[in-house]
DNA sequence: GGATGAATGTCGCCC
DNA sequence: GGGCGACGTTCATCC
């Protein structure tokens, strides 16, 4: 359902009755406003507005993969007409943030029911970490799996093992590139070990490293180990997708 | 500029002209696959296609605000008719990745020129940083600001000062809650300044802290001050905006 | 609801 | 382009 250059009061019944069914876009110009924990504002301008059955409420530009202006998932949004204008208000509760839109003219209103799918994705660091235990020579000879997921002081390692020697291995498991960040998380799960008593070493699985995270690796005692996160995880699913 | 139920062919020439000037949506019933670092596919269902100037393409569905597939700004977009269907293939060259949207329905296509403005945003960290330095006393009395965003081996303080015995005061902020993430970062700076020979303190300045950032804070020997972010920050600028 | 960490994160800044 | 960290991050998972 789509009408083009609805008057305000038509425009703002589309969009309350569209919004509990799917998805309702509205095409106009607009000035927005963003109050909450921080706050912005938009000067009239012609914008993309979707409001969707589950609260949320985006404001999208020409540029950038995010929304200019938004409100989450669970905010409550409704249309109404204010002096003679049609406005979108949304709501969110915790922490409190209103979004108003407020149009100065409407272009377009539409009003669908999409789909709800759920998304399989292959080739997350979970699939690389499950690859890891059904083949750990992948890491090193002799290692035996522990636990996966292992609770922590605070957080969890990826994978603990035992080496051939029977100390304990921490292993930490980046997909892409891993960064400082991660050598600091591996280096504070093994300390965690050891401080209990253990003998305990960390390795860090990852496709590549950054410099600066391989320096600190060094001075950590810590070890690198490089995997190619497609040939162990989407290298079939890839072939079958791509055209 | 907006088509219901276009043929294939219309809807692609449509999509062609649109995504140089402005904005164009498709809704349709489509098969969305993505190649890349990952993989995934989504069956068929009606979906919102949003493809921008900048090469975003966006893939969304009745709930979340983020899409469910995507590719960034930077992506070439083209759309095109295969054995009779309309296709809208993406392609990012770095890191190379793939989205193709195949519909086996167009509801319809719209194209518009949006907006593309400088968003101002107010209250974010850096303005709570730009406060605390205009007002150090609201750390603690006798600080004397020696610099902000200051680099360290890896990264930056976000306020260096001294305090009245003239150690250093490396001040990590956050705007909300601060996690043990935040205290992780503030020891590393620290230590950053002792292992240079300086005498050096380190004071997390938050809106909150996390109970167990909260004991890492204590165990590292750093102080906690709590913020009123907003108070300092956004007030004004929410009260002119609210309604 | 809090805690924790991943994400195809995205985005901006600085070198 | 890489490094680094914030983001009104969002999101899933576990407790």
Redesign the interface.
Known sequence: M?V?SPPPSEAAGLINAGKKR??V?V?GVCEV???G???????P????V?I???G?L?V??????Q????N??GSSTAAYVEEGRLVVKSVRQRPFE?V?VVFHAV??V?A??????D??????EKDLVEALVRNPSFIEEGLEIVGVEVPVE?GHVDILARDKEGRYVVIEVK??LAT?EAV?QLA?YVETYKRKGHAARGVLVAGDISA?AYE?LKRFGLQFVKVN??EL??AT??ST???
């Open positions: 789509y083009a799917g998805l876009v095409v406003s963003y109050s924990r921080a706050a912005a504002s938009l000067g301008g012609r914008r993309l979707i969707k059955r589950d949320t985006l999208h530009e020409a540029e950038k993969a929304p200019r202006i938004w989450p998932p209103i108003r272009d377009f539409a669908f029911e999409v789909s709800s799918t998304l399989v994705l292959v080739g997350t605070a997909r892409d400082h600091f504070r600066s600190y996160p497609r995880t989407v699913y890839k997708t791509e055209k």
